[in-house]
């Protein structure tokens, strides 16, 4: 009986761990203990627990998991996230881009990022840019 309270306890605890990470593998572990909670509550011996934990955590995280993390993650979030998926997006210019002295930022999406003038010329401050290309963590942009 002191098994079946064990496997109840973890799978509690790792369910309340996936809170926390929202990725879907300790709630995996925490159901699959839950699971193997209920042979254990009705006397089975710990290898019939054992295997009952491996197939049911093997089962959730090969089918449910993939389905649960495209439900929380959404759609949008396998696809790339690089620099590259900037090219050609839109922004404002928040601090003057000079090419000379190094400095320069503009806002795309509601993050700030490095920038530099494509042709070189001074971008004030309020301008409308585009993004024409990414080097390391610096855009390259030109006035819309």
Request: net charge neutral; glycine share 10%; aromatic share 8%.
């Amino acid at each position: 009986m002191l098994s079946a309270y064990m496997w109840l306890g973890v799978g509690i605890f790792c369910l309340i761990i996936e809170i926390f990470t929202a990725d879907f593998l300790f709630a995996t572990i925490g159901i699959a203990c839950l699971i193997a909670s209920v042979p254990a509550f009705m006397g089975a011996g710990f290898t019939v627990q054992a295997v009952i934990f491996a197939i049911s955590g093997t089962v959730i995280f090969a089918t449910v998991r993939p389905v649960v993390k495209k439900l929380i993650q959404g759609k949008n979030h396998a696809k790339e996230r690089g620099l590259n998926t900037l090219v050609n997006k839109n922004g404002v210019v928040i601090e003057d881009i000079v090419n000379a002295e190094d400095r320069g930022q503009v806002k795309i999406d509601g993050d700030i990022w490095r920038a530099c003038s494509e042709t070189g010329e001074i971008i004030e401050k309020g301008a409308h840019v585009v993004v024409k290309r990414s080097e390391s963590i610096i855009l390259f942009v030109e006035r819309r």
